[in-house]
Structures are given as C-alpha cells and as structure tokens.
C-alpha cells in the first residue's frame, strides 16, 4: 500500500506522497526489496473508490496503478523478487485473468503470483453493471471454480509444446495442445489459453482470509496465505488448523506457506520507534480514522462518539464483508476495552495486522519467537511509510535476521516457486498418463499441487 501501510503514511515528512502513481517510486520500492533478498512485492488492490464518508476521500490515498500492468514494467528492472498481484475472482473471468498472469509469468521469467481475492466492498458491485456485492458464501465458490478452470487453462500447452522448427514448418506440435471444455456452475470456458504454459507451471498461488469458507480455500487451492493475527496464541491456533486441513486435498504442510503480517516502527533505539509511532497517530485525521475502522467492519461508525466504545455490532453471520478482519477488530476492542478513536489509532498502521515496535534486535526478536514457534512460516512485512521503512527493514533488521540464521544471504534460485521451496505443478502431459483415462479425456485432480494422489474435479481436457 503506498506511500505507506498506515492510513497517515501520505502525511509523515520521510514519504514520497506525491509519486504514488510514478514509475521510478515503484522501481525504487522493488529494487531495496530485491537488496534485501525478499521473496517477493506484494501489491495490494480494489476496484472502488468508497465515497461514503466523503471528508476521508479528501484525506487518504485512493488511488493506485493496475498491480498487472506496473508488475509487468517492474519484471524488467529486477531479476530475483516475486510479483504478486492481487485480482479479485468476483469481478473478472478466468480466461483473462489466466492469460495475464501467465503472461507475467513469462516476462519476469517465472516470478509471477496471484493473491486472489472475493472483494469485500459493495462499492466495487456498482462498477461491474451490479446492484449489491454478492453472498459471502458465494463469493468463495466462485473463486473456487475460478482457480480450477485458470489452472485448467495454464495447461492448455504442454511443456515442450513448442518446437520452434524452422525447416519443417511447426513451431508447435499441435498434438500437445489440450482444450479445457469447462462446464460448471459458474464458468463456462472452452480454451485453450492463448499463452505457453508458465515458466512456474502455475503463477504461485496466494490467499488472505481467514473465515470457514476462506480456509478451506486456502487448504484446497493456495500455497501462500497472507493472515493477521494479534496474538502469539491466535497465530498458532490458526497455523495448525490450516495445516491440518491440507491432508484431505491430497497436501503436505510444506505446500502451505502460513506468513502473517506485521507492521514493523523501527528505530535505532526504543525512544526513536515511540516517536515514530507517536507522530504516525498524531497524523490521522479523525474522518480518515472513522472511516477506515467503518470500512474494516463493514459497519458505519461515523453516527456514534468517538471517544466512545464501540456499539452494539451485527452478529458475524449478518457480515457481508470480510468476516475475519470484522471478528479480529471486535475482539480487539473488546478485549483491550477500546474508544471508537483508540480502536482506530491501533489499528490504522496494521489495519488489524500484528504492530512489532522497537530497535531492529527487538523487532528480529519478535519475528524469531513466531516463526520458531509454530505460528508462522515467513512473514509479510508492512511498512508504515515508504521507502524509509523499507529502507529501514532492509538495512537494519535484515542483517540481524541473517545473523541469526534465519534469513537467506543470497538467492538460491530465479524463480519465485525456488525462493519459497515450493514444487512446480507437474505438466499435462504427466496427467495424459493417468489410469483415469476414458478414450480422448482425461479427468484432472483440478490442478492442485499433486494431482496423482487421486483426487476429482471438474476440470476435462480433450487431446486436439
């Protein structure tokens, strides 16, 4: 999120306000990030400007470029860190979505990802020729047969599909060409994709959320998960539940990769970090504040006092928004007995995230006690402005994590599949050699990471 994580980020005097929508900022931002051996950019989106409380549209960032189109540009000034970009399955098609991420995945030389999303926000309906967003519930079936049938479309090719023969004439071999012929309940998509298969045989697949249905998506289809905890206890919890969902799709924990997000002030000493925090809080406007907690909850809260408790909020099973963040936030304020205006200063850097504060022997203290201890498996790191909380993090926590051991000294790969240990997604020509066959289709275990332990879907492909 930029220039910053925190809602004031704009307003603090170190960040860059106004390139929020310049190239050279985003390239900066990749190339400290690259510097500092990280796996990989994540870019946060939406598809809606909210103008509900119009004082906090004039106060707060609300505008950003197409994570697809500035990733495509940064895939050629780095060489190591992974793209993710964030695109939601609620309001795109498969098709699309498929061919632009391979298509990312083959300019950056397989370092491309999807963080899917189901959107959270009515305003974004109104955009979409839609009257009201769609059920919660709904929402995660749909992105289920999304990721299916996008999976489904990457292996319209084969591997070694195309031959390049010059003299012969055939730069494919057409008989490695497979045609989805999709059929569900959402999608009706023939294929085949336009696009060789990706250099990663699938981009890396990322999720957040963490209410029923969005943990056993993330169980069936994901292989990174973006979460937020506030607790050491809540991490835990939910790293095992997660994990202990994965043997039911035919996984191993190790295709999982659980990374919690954490808000990082960092200062040379403890009093530099509570003065960055200090000044971060003075920053909020009170409408940007409300605002925000208002949109976090999916509740308006600008009617009632803000230097008052919450109110009475709607049962989780009323919430048509993102149901686990809503959860978190009630449980924050309830737990630590929070005005409306405390509730939104907690929160408006991590946005429900863990805040980690402190010297970088401190910070690197608290990312080593959840990571050894079994709440998380790397972290996404949110810095409050930019790029002087990158900077910060790069130059002075990265060293003390390599220190200790627990952060690479270099990159071991090119791929972003390589960084994080993750394997690549056998091609379709293995899948041509299952018993399953039935005379020219092949029944698929819908893309998932080890289709031969035996799992359906509804994914056919026809050999042409």
Do not use: C
């Given at each position: 999120?930029?220039?910053?994580?925190?809602?004031?980020?704009w307003r603090y005097p170190a960040s860059e306000a106004s390139?929020?929508?310049?190239?050279?900022?985003?390239?900066?931002?990749?190339?400290?990030?690259?510097?500092?051996?990280?796996?990989?950019?994540?870019?946060?989106?939406?598809?809606?400007?909210?103008?509900?409380?119009?004082?906090?549209?004039?106060?707060?960032?609300?505008?950003?470029?197409?994570?697809?189109?500035?990733?495509?540009?940064?895939?050629?000034?780095?060489?190591?860190?992974?793209?993710?970009?964030?695109?939601?399955?609620?309001?795109?098609?498969?098709?699309?979505?498929?061919?632009?991420?391979?298509?990312?995945?083959?300019?950056?030389?397989?370092?491309?990802?999807?963080?899917?999303?189901?959107?959270?926000?009515?305003?974004?309906?109104?955009?979409?020729?839609?009257?009201?967003?769609?059920?919660?519930?709904?929402?995660?079936?749909?992105?289920?047969?999304?990721?299916?049938?996008?999976?489904?479309?990457?292996?319209?090719?084969?591997?070694?599909?195309?031959?390049?023969?010059?003299?012969?004439?055939?730069?494919?071999?057409?008989?490695?060409?497979?045609?989805?012929?999709?059929?569900?309940?959402?999608?009706?998509?023939?294929?085949?994709?336009?696009?060789?298969?990706?250099?990663?045989?699938?981009?890396?697949?990322?999720?957040?959320?963490?209410?029923?249905?969005?943990?056993?998506?993330?169980?069936?289809?994901?292989?990174?998960?973006?979460?937020?905890?506030?607790?050491?206890?809540?991490?835990?919890?939910f790293y095992a539940d997660v994990k202990g969902r994965l043997?039911?799709?035919?996984?191993?924990?190790?295709?999982?990769?659980?990374?919690?997000?954490?808000?990082?002030?960092?200062?040379?000493?403890?009093?530099?970090?509570?003065?960055?925090?200090?000044?971060?809080?003075?920053?909020?406007?009170?409408?940007?504040?409300?605002?925000?907690?208002?949109?976090?909850?999916?509740?308006?809260?600008?009617?009632?006092?803000?230097?008052?408790?919450?109110?009475?909020?709607?049962?989780?099973?009323?919430?048509?928004?993102g149901k686990s963040r809503f959860q978190l936030i009630k449980?924050?304020?309830?737990?630590?007995?929070?005005?409306?205006?405390?509730?939104?200063?907690?929160?408006?850097?991590?946005?429900?995230?863990?805040?980690?504060?402190?010297?970088?022997?401190?910070?690197?203290?608290?990312?080593?006690?959840?990571?050894?201890?079994?709440?998380?498996?790397?972290?996404?790191?949110?810095?409050?402005?930019?790029?002087?909380?990158?900077?910060?993090?790069?130059?002075?926590?990265?060293?003390?994590?390599?220190?200790?051991?627990?952060?690479?000294?270099?990159?071991?790969?090119?791929?972003?599949?390589?960084?994080?240990?993750?394997?690549?997604?056998?091609?379709?020509?293995?899948?041509?050699?299952?018993?399953?066959?039935?005379?020219?289709?092949?029944?698929?275990?819908?893309?998932?990471?080890?289709?031969?332990?035996?799992?359906?879907?509804?994914?056919?492909?026809?050999?042409?």
């Amino acid at each position: 999120m930029t220039p910053g994580h925190h809602v004031a980020a704009w307003r603090y005097p170190a960040s860059e306000a106004s390139e929020v929508l310049k190239f050279r900022f985003y390239k900066r931002l990749a190339q400290i990030a690259e510097r500092g051996k990280f796996d990989l950019l994540f870019l946060a989106d939406g598809y809606a400007v909210s103008e509900a409380f119009p004082e906090a549209v004039a106060q707060t960032v609300t505008v950003r470029p197409e994570p697809i189109t500035l990733l495509s540009a940064l895939s050629a000034v780095t060489e190591h860190v992974g793209l993710v970009a964030t695109v939601s399955t609620t309001y795109n098609e498969p098709f699309h979505v498929a061919r632009k991420f391979a298509s990312l995945d083959h300019l950056s030389d397989g370092r491309a990802a999807w963080n899917v999303v189901t959107s959270n926000h009515s305003a974004e309906a109104y955009n979409f020729s839609r009257d009201e967003h769609l059920l919660h519930s709904l929402r995660y079936e749909r992105a289920r047969e999304f990721i299916q049938v996008a999976k489904g479309l990457w292996d319209s090719w084969e591997d070694d599909a195309f031959v390049y023969d010059k003299d012969n004439a055939i730069f494919a071999d057409r008989g490695k060409l497979h045609t989805l012929n999709h059929q569900g309940e959402w999608f009706s998509v023939r294929g085949p994709l336009n696009v060789a298969r990706p250099v990663q045989g699938y981009p890396v697949i990322v999720q957040a959320g963490a209410s029923e249905p969005g943990k056993e998506l993330a169980a069936s289809s994901a292989e990174v998960i973006f979460t937020a905890w506030q607790t050491l206890e809540e991490a835990q919890r939910f790293y095992a539940d997660v994990k202990g969902r994965l043997s039911k799709y035919g996984r191993a924990p190790e295709d999982l990769l659980i990374m919690p997000g954490v808000f990082p002030i960092i200062g040379r000493t403890e009093e530099e970090a509570a003065e960055k925090k200090a000044l971060l809080e003075r920053l909020i406007p009170e409408e940007a504040g409300v605002s925000l907690l208002s949109n976090l909850i999916s509740f308006d809260l600008s009617p009632y006092p803000v230097d008052g408790p919450l109110p009475d909020l709607p049962e989780l099973a009323q919430v048509n928004g993102g149901k686990s963040r809503f959860q978190l936030i009630k449980d924050l304020a309830e737990r630590d007995n929070l005005t409306i205006r405390q509730l939104y200063q907690r929160i408006a850097g991590a946005r429900g995230h863990r805040e980690i504060l402190g010297t970088p022997v401190q910070i690197a203290d608290q990312l080593e006690e959840w990571f050894v201890g079994g709440a998380a498996d790397g972290f996404n790191v949110m810095p409050p402005y930019l790029p002087g909380g990158l900077e910060d993090f790069v130059e002075l926590v990265v060293p003390e994590l390599q220190r200790r051991g627990l952060f690479r000294a270099e990159y071991e790969g090119k791929t972003l599949r390589e960084h994080l240990r993750l394997s690549r997604p056998p091609p379709p020509a293995a899948l041509s050699g299952s018993p399953r066959i039935n005379t020219d289709t092949v029944r698929t275990a819908g893309g998932l990471e080890h289709p031969e332990r035996g799992n359906e879907a509804s994914l056919h492909y026809t050999n042409r």
